[in-house]
């Protein structure tokens, strides 16, 4: 129902009309009644000019006209117009004049433009130039740039009085002894001599210190009337030609306004020997533009006042912009009046061609000493107006003074530009110009920066300028500079990058933010989507280290950044937080504190803190969100978990106690108290949380390594590389854990392996020895073991050829187990080692029976599997196998990255259970077979239990029964020659004819009606190193390699994983750390490798 609100009389609704429309007419009952809103423009106050604006600090400072304006047009509007233009026209002519005049007016304007946008998109402050370009381009570029503009404009300012002294005589000097030294023009007043004209120089600058050092409003006030001096003198030369009449006296010929001059002064002619010519022969045209560019140059002159402005954002563009239109109107009326009244003989003869043929040559005069004058102020104060920001900004140590006391810095800049009178005006005259000419390069670099970086915040309110400008105006800049004199531009340049270098080293990091982070910005964000790590011939360790305490993980946080090799390196926390609201400023300060650790190891690496109601959680999340695109880690490293202690040696759950001094290795003497002692303890992390973090990343795909007593590392430093006499030894020790694969009509019989393990181990080796700290200090060893003695020779030419397929270079020792004591007790029952073994392995119920069946020669389990029986290929039928049993071999689950997806036959060492569950599916049966095997599975399965429950207690862990390692030869490589890097290039292969080794018959029961008494005192008898439960092996290897590598100062092996679901279990996940730290007892630091990717390729 519509609403009769505005029926009522009195009610607000506006009256207008509208257009009548099918919509309109639908609805304009309703329209009518809730319309009523009536629109009026925003009332505006009256716009205050910032001089009467009481809101506004700098209200009594300068404007545009008297801060930019005049500066800029006395600047630009130097002496040169009158002592060099009719030189420079008498050899350029008319056309050539003014395209000069163009050029240079482009150069300036582009940079105005530059000038402009980046002086308008924020506050400036003093220094001018300087403080715009430190700000956008960082202090490096900054300080340098702005050294040498401030030495610019010093020499400007002596040039500017050493230069006036020529007018000065020229028109007030007494008549001398030499040729030439007639009397002034004005007066006869003044002696001459050079010492003389050093006095009058010398006088002139402390007139300017003077008027310098009471301020910037007298600054103001004598540029005011110095400028009107110089506009009254500029506008008397075209007047003159009016009034001026023609004359002849043999030898200045003045026409006046003519046709004929006109024509004749039209285009260029260079001669030689000409007055005001520097050279001894022709001039050329980029000569002139050297002598001609100084002139306009001046445009840095108001924004060097930047500090003593009302608005300087304001005003320096608007300011400087209005300078160079009245400039160049100035000049461009200067050069054709004189190209239409002087003809081009007299252009050559006289300098003060200008003045001589003046209707008021006093008035010229005049002009000459104000631009001279207020150039040479200008000069000082924004010289000194640079130093002073500079030293405000600590650039460089030892100018702290100058920004302390801006006196100081002027009375310095007084100082040098007074040394400058006793140099050749014409010498530094190249100088400046390159340095003006440097600025505006930099200048301009900058814009053109930030405008392609797109930075949010560049949003300048001068909207007259884009990026072509910007880069134009820099070229055209870099192209004047050689033209003007290149020698020169490249000594400046080459000065400038060593300044940069310098700041570079010695300058403290500033907070201002530069474009670079910009740019470099879109370049890691262009380049993250462009890369790929599909390619292995670029493989590069890109690693993620978990650590807990820095204190106990400092050697290991150090050894990974010489692991890296240029790739990404990430620290790893995290922060165990059930509530995290409530906790999240517990995260903060974590990630500030190891940002601070980082920075204290002076290590090239990011962090990542993460988070989660627990440890674990929290490791699949840092795994999961570290990196971006390509740059993603591809080895995770993680502290060993020290059963002693009772919680993470290396890294995981070491608490953060500052008074831990006894542990705290290799940090500096200043690190005492670590950032990371204030943040929160967390809870010790158990050994089933540290078995699941393990089978997590295997899961997920990492390859992965486990430290272990890193804290004894001794990291090569620069003094160990003076000292280094001998080189210590890292040894790698790729031990075999694999299964086999068949062959196809594509690829021949392949070897599913831990092949990627130990290529990864050789690689991690190699790269580790390129280091120059490693390099000069270590060498690598590969040693290998076999059972037999007769194995060795095949085993040394086998790895001796996959170390020169993969370039690696590296010593070679195999060594065969029976010559090793521990191997000898367990294996062939010798009592040397027999109190050392059975102490070992006192709670293992297989060494057990294993003594007691050789003390009575009455065994009662079979303890070695029967021999290996060749199998066919067309013999060979798909089985079922256990993924986790593959798995804690340390066989690789991404077939893809090294051999092709084929069927696999795995070592022996499953249980029966699961063999006998596989004959299921070995043939086809029908209903009634499959019931008939599944009912005697079912008996056979409760007869073996009942007997395995009588030797064991009530849920005893099995896990360290079987065995995960294997003593068979290393196999043989196949390089496939087609491979170009993004498919495996390198196969380990089974050799044709050949029994297979790697296969053996499951493992037959304990006890078993077809096992005769003989038949398990033989197995007995014949026990192998593969036979042994992975505790013995485990015993074996750490004996063998205490034995060979005690004084090496690293190793590399093989890190078997556990299968996934032992960390449910309790028993089994300690028997498993148990079984690697009887392995790493009393060994040097130990890496213990696990990959599951390809990292080697031969392909170019």
């Known amino acids: 129902m519509v609403s009769k609100f505005y029926k009522i009389p009195g009610s607000h609704r506006p009256t207008h009309t509208t257009t009548s429309t099918e919509a309109s007419s639908l609805f304009s009952g309703r329209r009518q009644s809730e319309t009523y809103f009536s629109y009026q423009a925003t009332p505006r106050s009256r716009k205050i000019s910032s001089r009467y604006d009481l809101s506004n600090p700098y209200r009594d400072k300068l404007g545009t006209y008297d801060g930019v304006f005049v ?61 715009m370009i430190s700000r956008c381009l960082g202090p490096e570029f900054g300080g340098s740039i702005g050294l040498v503009f401030f030495l610019g404009q010093v020499f400007n300012s002596g040039m500017n009085a050493v230069g006036i002294v020529e007018p000065l005589l020229y028109n007030l000097g007494a008549r001398g002894n030499n040729v030439g030294e007639s009397d002034g023009v004005l007066l006869s007043l003044l002696p001459r001599g050079e010492w003389c004209q050093f006095a009058y120089a010398t006088f002139i600058l402390f007139i300017c210190l003077t008027v310098a050092i009471v301020g910037s409003q007298t600054v103001s006030k004598a540029g005011s009337i110095l400028f ?132 008021v040559q006093w008035l010229i005069f005049l002009g000459e000493l104000s631009t001279s004058i207020f150039s040479i102020i200008v000069g000082m104060v924004g010289a000194a107006y640079v130093l002073e920001a500079i030293a405000k900004d600590s650039i460089l140590p030892g100018l702290g003074v100058f920004g302390k006391h801006p006196l100081v810095s002027l009375l310095f800049t007084w100082f040098l530009t007074q040394i400058c009178l006793f140099s050749d005006v014409n010498k530094i005259a190249s100088l400046i110009t390159m340095a003006f000419l440097l600025t505006f390069i930099v200048m301009n670099l900058a814009c053109f920066l930030l405008e392609i970086s797109a930075a949010p915040n560049f949003r300048p309110s001068f909207k007259y300028f884009d990026r072509y400008t910007a880069f134009a105006g820099g070229i055209i800049s870099v192209v004047a ?114 940002t601070k650790i980082r920075d204290m190891t002076k ?71 670590l950032p990371t002692d204030s943040c929160r303890n967390d809870k010790k992390i158990d050994v089933c949380q540290w078995v699941q973090i393990l089978e997590d990343l295997s899961l997920m795909q990492s390859n992965i390594a486990v430290a272990h007593g890193f804290k004894n590392l001794v990291l090569p430093s620069k003094e160990s590389i003076k000292d280094s006499s001998q080189k210590r030894i890292i040894d790698l020790y790729p031990i075999q854990m694999c299964a086999t694969m068949n062959a196809n009509n594509e690829y021949p019989a392949m070897i599913s392996s831990n092949f990627d393990t130990y290529t990864l181990m050789l690689q991690l080796g190699a790269i580790l020895v390129t280091v120059p700290e490693w390099k000069s200090t270590h060498i690598l060893r590969v040693i290998l073991f076999v059972e037999k003695e007769s194995d060795r020779v095949a085993e040394i030419d086998r790895m001796t050829k996959l170390l020169q397929i993969l370039r690696i270079e590296a010593s070679l020792v195999v060594v065969s187990l029976d010559q090793f004591r521990v191997y000898n007790t367990i294996v062939k029952g010798d009592p040397i080692s027999f109190n050392y073994v059975s102490n070992k392995l006192k709670d293992s119920k297989w060494w057990t029976e294993l003594t007691e069946a ?13 021999r290996p029986v060749a199998v066919g290929p067309n013999e060979m039928k798909p089985k079922k ?97 087609d491979g170009t890097g993004d498919k495996p290039t390198i196969v380990p292969v089974a050799e044709d004819g050949v029994e297979s080794v790697l296969s053996r018959n499951p493992v037959v029961p304990e006890l078993s009606p077809c096992n005769s008494e003989a038949s398990l005192i033989e197995a007995m008898n014949n026990i192998e190193f593969d036979d042994l439960p992975s505790r013995a092996q485990h015993l074996i290897l750490n004996d063998m390699m205490v034995q060979l590598s005690r004084d090496s100062a690293l190793i590399f092996s093989t890190l078997p994983i556990p299968p996934l679901g032992t960390h449910l279990n309790e028993e089994d996940s300690f028997e498993y750390v148990q079984d690697l730290d009887m392995w790493l007892e009393r060994l040097p630091p130990t890496m213990l490798i696990n990959s599951q990717t390809m990292t080697v390729t031969t392909a170019l």
């Open 481 to 594: 500079m050689i033209i003007v004199d290149g020698a020169t531009a490249s000594a400046l340049i080459f000065g400038m990058i060593v300044l940069c270098l310098i700041i570079h080293y010695v300058c403290p990091p500033k907070s201002w933010g530069d474009v670079s982070q910009s740019l470099i910005y879109h370049q890691v964000r262009k380049y993250l989507l462009r890369l790929r790590q599909d390619n292995i011939k670029y493989w590069r360790p890109q690693i993620l280290l978990f650590v807990d305490n820095p204190r106990t993980s400092w050697n290991l946080i150090r050894f990974c950044n010489n692991l890296k090799k240029g790739g990404l390196y990430i620290l790893g926390h995290v922060a165990v937080i059930p509530d995290f609201q409530n906790q999240y400023n517990e995260v903060k300060k974590q990630q500030s504190a190891w």
């Open 854 to 866: 050789r003390r009575t020669l009455e065994p009662r389990r079979r303890f070695s599997t029967s």
């Open 71 to 131: 500066p800029t047009a006395l600047n630009v509007l130097s002496i040169l117009m009158f002592l060099r233009f009719g030189f420079i026209l008498g050899q350029l002519g008319i056309i050539c004049t003014l395209a000069l005049l163009l050029l240079s007016y482009t150069i300036n304007l582009l940079t105005t433009l530059s000038i402009s946008a980046i002086s308008t998109n924020g506050t400036i402050r003093g220094g001018g130039a300087y403080y």
């Open 881 to 977: 196998y256990d993924t986790s049993k593959l798995q804690r071999m340390g066989v690789s689950f991404k077939m893809s990255s090294t051999v092709p997806t084929e069927m696999l036959n795995t070592p022996g060492i499953s249980d029966p259970s699961s063999d006998e569950d596989a004959s299921l599916n070995e043939s086809q049966l029908s209903i009634n077979q499959v019931a008939v095997k599944l009912d005697k599975l079912k008996n056979k399965r409760k007869s073996v239990n009942s007997i395995q429950n009588k030797r064991l207690p009530p849920n005893k862990s099995t896990h360290n029964l079987k065995p995960v390692f294997s003593s068979n030869a290393l196999p043989n490589t196949k390089v496939l020659e």
């Open 228 to 359: 009107f001096v110089l506009f009254a003198s500029i506008i008397s030369i075209p007047v003159s030609t009016f009034t001026k009449q023609a004359f002849n006296d043999g030898y200045i010929d003045y026409t006046g306004l003519s046709w004929e001059t006109f024509k004749g002064n039209l285009f260029p002619h260079f001669t030689k020997g000409a007055a005001g010519s520097l050279l001894s022969g022709k001039e050329s045209f980029y000569s002139l533009f050297g002598v001609f560019f100084p002139a306009t140059a001046g445009i840095f002159a108001g924004a060097g006042m930047s500090s003593e402005l009302r608005k300087p954002s304001k005003s320096i563009p608007k300011g400087t912009l209005w300078g160079l239109l009245f400039t160049f109107l100035c000049y461009a009326v200067v050069v054709v009046f004189m190209s239409c009244a002087i003809p081009r003989g007299s252009l050559h003869k006289e300098v003060q061609i200008i003045q001589l043929v003046s209707s």
């Open 603 to 673: 290590i090239k690496a990011f962090v990542q803190v993460g988070t989660g109601p627990s440890i674990s959680w929290g490791i699949r999340n840092v795994f999961l969100g570290s990196g971006l695109g390509g740059m993603k880690p591809n080895i995770t490293v993680i502290g060993f978990f020290d059963l002693r202690a009772e919680h993470v040696d290396d890294q995981l759950s070491a608490h953060h106690d500052s008074s831990a001094n006894n542990i705290s290795i290799n940090i500096p003497d200043y690190a005492s108290n």
